[in-house]
Nanobody, 115 residues
């Protein structure tokens, strides 16, 4: 079983930066593919960024060049650094972990980009 806890969300002005973090429990973290998704009320949950167990990364076109995902296997942590934030980045951001045939989700953290 893997438990995920996100932190670091909040209110930021357009053009600003914010880092969200995800702490994972369990001893299999290094074998998991980790991702960040976001969702607004009534809309589907969209994938934002992924980092695989081998360290490869993927980004949605809408965040390329602005967001960076990375992981620290020694700390069981995954991070998403968000820069040049836009109001359209406002959403609840969820951490996900996938592997061993299962997928896990955190409870989400709200990111609001507004002046």
């Amino acid at each position: 079983q893997v438990q995920l806890v996100e932190s670091g969300g909040g209110l930021v002005q357009p053009g600003g930066s914010l880092r969200v973090s995800c702490a994972a429990s369990g001893s299999i973290f290094s074998y998991l593919n980790m991702g960040w998704y976001r969702q607004n009320p009534g809309l589907q949950r969209d994938r934002v960024a992924l980092v695989t167990s081998s360290g490869s990364t993927w980004y949605a076109e809408s965040v390329k060049g602005r967001f960076t995902i990375w992981r620290d296997n020694a700390k069981n942590m995954v991070y998403l650094q968000m820069s040049s934030l836009k109001p359209s980045d406002t959403a609840v951001y969820y951490c996900s972990a996938a592997g061993t045939g299962k997928e896990y989700w955190g409870q989400g953290t709200q990111v609001t980009v507004s002046s």
